[in-house]
């Protein structure tokens, strides 16, 4: 768990808003849209949502990607992203134990 990218991925607001959309996609997305969340949300779904273009959601998604906050799973030509809620809850746990 490399701390300085988690705090960097988080203090931006739309990256804490896509993990949020990651975390309960089903309030944001409809599942015949998307054709179910078992792999994640795909890519473009997640910059409908955000309302940035494609390059600008593409650099949110790769800092959460390198913080190890998010996963991306290829799908033929589409990406999927879900939340790694291993490294969340041990960042949960870290910050609760040392601040």
């Not at 607001?13 to 896509?18: E, V």
């Not at 792999?39 to 309302?51: F, N, P, T």
């Not at 650099?59 to 030509?77: C, D, E, R, Y």
Request: glycine share 8%; charged share 15%.
């Amino acid at each position: 768990m490399d701390l300085d990218l988690i705090f960097k991925a988080l203090a931006n607001p739309i990256r804490r808003q896509i993990l949020e959309w990651l975390k309960s996609p089903e309030q944001y997305l409809s599942v015949e849209e998307c054709g179910g969340f078992q792999r994640g949300v795909c890519a473009g779904q997640i910059e409908k949502l955000g309302q940035v273009s494609q390059s600008t959601m593409s650099n949110h998604l790769s800092v959460l990607q390198q913080a190890g906050l998010i996963t991306a799973t290829k799908h033929g030509q589409w990406s999927y992203f879900s939340r790694n809620e291993a490294l969340i809850q041990q960042y949960i746990d870290y910050m609760q134990q040392h601040l």
